[in-house]
């Protein structure tokens, strides 16, 4: 872009020195973006679908671990001292 001033005012106008955006090499470049946004998306698919089976074992897990605490309590709690057994 080339400045111009008009008194106060400052334009920019086109340079013609350079090329124009609908070029065959700005076109190329383009289409390979607009390819790689395509598979940046479908691996958001994958990433999602990862994340939501992730979330479904931990929820599993947790279930587990909660039943098996539920399970040893009994056997992990202190036995009462002998001393509790006088009063």
Known sequence: MANVAYGSILLQTPDPSRQDAT???TSR??????K??????????????????LTDRARETNMLV??????LAPLLSAPPSPTDNRE
């Open 23 to 25: 070029s065959p090499d």
């Open 29 to 34: 470049y383009v289409a390979q973006l607009e």
């Open 36 to 53: 790689e946004n395509e598979f940046m998306r479908s691996q958001i698919g994958v990433k999602d679908m990862q994340i939501k089976e």
């Open 66 to 71: 909660a039943g098996l605490q539920k399970l």
